[in-house]
């Protein structure tokens, strides 16, 4: 962490609990969290991700990803990943701010600036880029109406778009601006994307998914595994695992049970597709991660 963002550090220790915090600012969460060795399964949203203190290493498919403090985040797709803190510990704990990006304001932000001939997303629906002291400046000031949460339907809004503005105008404003654009390759695979959300325990119907994003089958497969790095097979895998992995460490089912309850028919071939996706068997595996969460709420 550089010294610019210790009064960011300082208002989210203020105002956070270890693990996620929603804050009053819509759509704006903050994370709290000890450098681990257990990789952690989450689903990002469509958002932008500030690491102030630490750093994170996130796997997506086969791609591997690092970043920082001196870096942001960027996902224009809901993801399933693999994440793993680092550099951080309880006296210097891994600290994080997100903000879910919403297409409509992308959409009348960018129309207010001047036009830019673009073709579709291409590559992956990511990406990561150096921070600038312009969006270190503004987004210190949005933290800081966690302190007056009065000011917080006034100034937040209009402190959002001056954040949006920047995104837009940095390296990444071409993928900011896809996320806007309706019914280009990217947006045609969130849709895509929002049907197997819709119906993550269901078998994968194919011609629903071309139904739903407006692609023929050839091009959901080459869009859809060069955004989010998975087949739409993969990706409902994934969405099963980790929500598998909740019910497991919940305590309320076996590992038969939590296979069946998130739409697999064979419990061995969800063991096998367990161990390749978290390294170890489901109960093996559940077990280290409740020592792990147990020795946190010692410390």
Known sequence: ??????????????????GLTETLIPRLDMFVGQDSTVKTPCLYR?????????????????????YDSAQYFISALDLPLIGQILDAGKDRPYVAVSLVLEPALLAELAATMPSVRE???????????????????????????LDSPGDIPVLAPMIERELLY??????????????????????????????????????????????????????????????????????????????????????????????????????????????RQFGAPPARHVRAMRQVIEQRMVA
């Open 1 to 18: 962490m550089t010294d610019d963002l210790a009064p960011h550090v300082d208002i989210v220790l203020r105002h956070a609990t270890t």
């Open 46 to 66: 469509s958002m932008i991700c500030f690491i102030l203190q630490g750093s994170k290493r996130v796997a997506i498919g086969d791609t591997l990803l690092s």
């Open 119 to 145: 073709s579709d997303q291409k590559g992956m629906g990511v990406a990561i880029n150096p921070m600038t002291a312009p969006l270190r400046d503004t987004l210190l000031r949005l933290l800081s109406l």
């Open 166 to 275: 920047r995104l837009l105008q940095g390296p990444q404003g071409r993928l900011l601006r896809q996320i806007a654009r309706p019914d280009g390759a990217l947006d045609r695979v969130r849709r895509a994307i929002a049907w197997i959300r819709d119906h993550p325990f269901a078998h994968l119907r194919i011609d629903a998914l071309c139904d739903a994003s407006g692609m023929s089958r050839a091009s959901l497969h080459r869009h859809f595994q060069a955004m989010t790095g998975f087949s739409p097979l993969q990706y409902q895998k994934q969405l099963r695992l980790q929500e598998a992995r909740q019910l497991l460490l919940s305590g309320s089912h076996s590992a038969s049970d939590a296979a069946f309850a998130v739409g697999y028919e064979s419990a061995s071939q969800f063991s096998r597709e367990y161990l």
